[in-house]
């Protein structure tokens, strides 16, 4: 995580993969209030990858995941039919080094 936060010029991937992270890393914290600021935290990251990057379906498969997984009522699951589109038209975009098989398990 320090590697991520620490880069000068994140770019979206990073970005993307940070604000998963934290959204994780949300579930380990004792706080109640720091676990909601953290999954925010990570929420915005995510959001900022895709609105500097929005074509690349990598960043949608991130954010895809992290909405199917998170608790209802932290309110973060308004793009998940839009990202299954989304990666459903974009199937052949995605990098090589993506496992292919955990996107099609997301999206079933």
């Known amino acids: 995580m ?3 936060e620490g880069s000068k010029q994140q770019t979206p ?3 993307a ?10 579930n ?8 909601l600021n953290t ?6 990251d995510i959001e900022r990858a895709i609105l500097m990057d929005p ?9 895809l995941s992290i909405q199917k997984n998170a608790p209802s009522f932290l309110g973060y699951k308004s793009n998940i ?3 299954r589109r989304f990666i459903q038209a974009n199937w052949g975009a995605f990098s090589p080094d993506v496992p292919m098989a955990d996107v099609k ?4």
């Open 81 to 83: 039919a839009e990202d």
């Open 13 to 15: 991937l990073e970005l």
């Open 17 to 26: 993969y940070l604000g998963g992270l934290k959204t994780i890393w949300a």
């Open 55 to 63: 074509k690349n379906p990598e960043l949608r498969f991130i954010r």
């Open 2 to 4: 320090d590697r991520l």
């Open 28 to 35: 380990h914290v004792f706080s109640p209030i720091a676990k």
């Open 39 to 44: 999954f925010k935290e990570g929420r915005k």
């Open 105 to 108: 398990t997301l999206l079933d």
